[in-house]
């Protein structure tokens, strides 16, 4: 208890799956949360959820893509708490489309909540967190960021691109100084609201998750808490000789 005690996070795509568990586990390890979705019913539950459970957090409507939520957001966090240490960009989508079936519109549309959403996060982030010189700065990919898919070409490029750009932040606030670390975290397929949409209606789910569970060796697919602990891990100090790392969490998917 208490790897993150004393710290505070904020977490984008909060109100369901990977950030909703990620908000949970912080708060549990001693984090004040700032909860973030476009969702606010959900994402007002999971801030009550966090208070009845004994924990601290408040909650904060934000679109990824409008760079003047982020100002807004980065600015309440600061004068609530004063500071900001953890920020987890985890909002995103899922898009199923090959290069020729992909509209230029839903391939603008995918790159700006995944793509431009954290690097957006990513700039604010630092900006808060230099003054204090410390700070751990999380990017959600994939392993959809490592490996391609022919139906998946605007969400490989979107996830392609976290990976690298967060190589890119890390290098740079290395090299100033900042004593901020930027990771990114490569999920597998996890049992979340966004994979149980990809799976079609209830008639055909079961069909199409054993699909899913096959194309991970381990034999079964992941659970929020496994991206949120690894996520924990990369938020404490335990990882402070990290940055500039991918850390893949996928059940064996890319080892094959």
């Known amino acids: 208890m208490g790897r993150v005690s004393g710290k505070t996070a904020l977490v984008t795509g909060a109100a369901l799956g990977i950030g909703k568990a990620t908000a949970q586990l912080l708060a549990r390890e001693g984090a004040r949360v700032v909860v973030s979705d476009m969702k606010v019913a959900e994402g007002q539950a999971t801030v ?40 987890v960009n985890n909002a995103g989508i899922a898009y199923t489309g090959t290069v020729e079936s992909t509209s230029l519109a839903d391939w603008r549309r995918v790159q700006s909540i995944n793509l431009d959403g954290v690097f957006l996060g990513t700039k604010y982030a630092v900006e808060a967190m230099k003054p204090h010189k410390r700070g751990s700065i999380i990017n959600l990919s994939s392993i959809e960021g490592l490996i391609g898919d022919p139906t998946l ?31 990114s975290v490569h999920p597998g397929y996890i049992w979340t609201p966004m994979v149980q949409g990809l799976t079609g209606g209830t008639a055909d789910q079961v ?47 890319t080892a094959q």
């Open 48 to 87: 009550a959820e966090i208070k009845a459970a004994g924990g601290e957090a408040i909650f904060t409507e934000l679109n990824v893509t409008r760079e003047e939520d982020w100002q807004r957001v980065i600015a309440e966090v600061l004068q609530v708490y004063g500071q900001l240490d953890i920020t």
């Open 153 to 183: 070409a605007a969400y490989n490029a979107s996830k392609g691109g976290v990976r690298i750009f967060t190589k890119s932040a890390a290098l740079h606030c290395a090299k100033s100084g900042y004593n901020i670390r930027v990771n």
């Open 207 to 253: 069909a199409a998750r054993q699909k899913l569970v096959d194309l991970h060796p381990i034999g079964h697919l992941g659970e929020p808490d496994d991206i949120a602990y690894g996520i924990l891990f990369l938020a404490s100090d335990e990882s402070k000789f990290m940055t500039g790392s991918e850390l893949v969490i996928d059940g064996g998917y």
